[in-house]
């Protein structure tokens, strides 16, 4: 594997289920991010680690709740969502927060819907 | 606070025309910029990012897009589009101060389509 993977690409879940999304990255970076990136909306971030500590949080509702156990592996564990969370989940890295002037690199996403 | 604006959600250009995709942007501070593609159903790919060295910046596939400080644009341009290049195309500009220092300010994407 190269790059940043992320899996599942797909995912359907109900309202009161509990899921996670995984991403793994294969450059050797330091930092990595989660995005949401919905219809006709900008990308938002929503959450930053950088060595494995959460640095940043976005106003992000508890039901979304990271975690990173080392510098290669994040997740997005996932309760009780509502429809309007449904979105593309972007999972990124970079070498650090502000290498090559905040360079991203980005796996394909997970593509999520809410029933 | 550092914002992007891109002008037009969607363009549509003929194969073999020139493509010119519009940013603009708004920052304090001298900025770092980047062009970003997303082909159907895959992530984001970086074409091509302007960080204070030369003003015309060229990418991958043919792409190229110049900083003009005096417009605080950094718009996209291609000679010659391909049926390849359809895709959205997304402007950031990085945040230098602060504590969210590195964060991408996304702009709202662009839509390119090419007919043949």
């Known amino acids: 594997e190269t790059g940043v993977t992320q899996t599942p690409r797909h995912l359907v879940m109900g309202m009161t289920n509990k899921k996670s999304l995984k991403c793994e990255q294969h450059?050797?970076?330091?930092?990595m991010y989660w995005y949401k990136q919905s219809a006709k909306k900008p990308l938002e971030l929503m959450f930053v680690?950088?060595?494995?500590?959460?640095?940043e949080n976005n106003s992000v509702p508890s039901r979304f709740s990271p975690e990173c156990p080392n510098s290669s592996h994040l997740f997005l564990h996932l309760h009780t969502l509502q429809p309007e969370d449904s979105a593309l989940y972007l999972c990124?890295?970079?070498?650090?927060?502000?290498?090559?002037?905040?360079?991203?690199?980005f796996g394909p996403g997970t593509r999520l819907t809410v029933l | 606070a550092q914002s992007v604006t891109q002008l037009g959600s969607h363009v549509s250009v003929s194969e073999g025309a020139l493509v010119l995709l519009r940013c603009n942007y708004s920052s304090s501070v001298p900025p770092y910029l980047f062009w970003y593609v997303q082909y159907p159903n895959q992530g984001l790919q970086l074409l091509l990012k302007y960080t204070s060295a030369a003003t015309l910046v060229k990418g991958i596939n043919g792409f190229e897009a110049e900083f003009k400080k005096s417009e605080t644009s950094f718009h996209l341009t291609k000679p010659s589009a391909h049926m390849s290049d359809a895709a959205e195309y997304f402007c950031?500009?990085?945040?230098?101060?602060?504590?969210?220092?590195?964060?991408?300010?996304f702009g709202k994407g662009t839509k390119l389509s090419v007919k043949p």
């Open positions: 450059l050797g970076h330091n930092a």
């Open positions: 990124a890295s970079s070498q650090d927060r502000v290498a090559s002037g905040g360079e991203k690199f």
């Open positions: 680690y950088s060595l494995e500590e959460r640095v």
């Open positions: 950031a500009v990085s945040d230098r101060i602060g504590g969210s220092q590195g964060n991408l300010i």
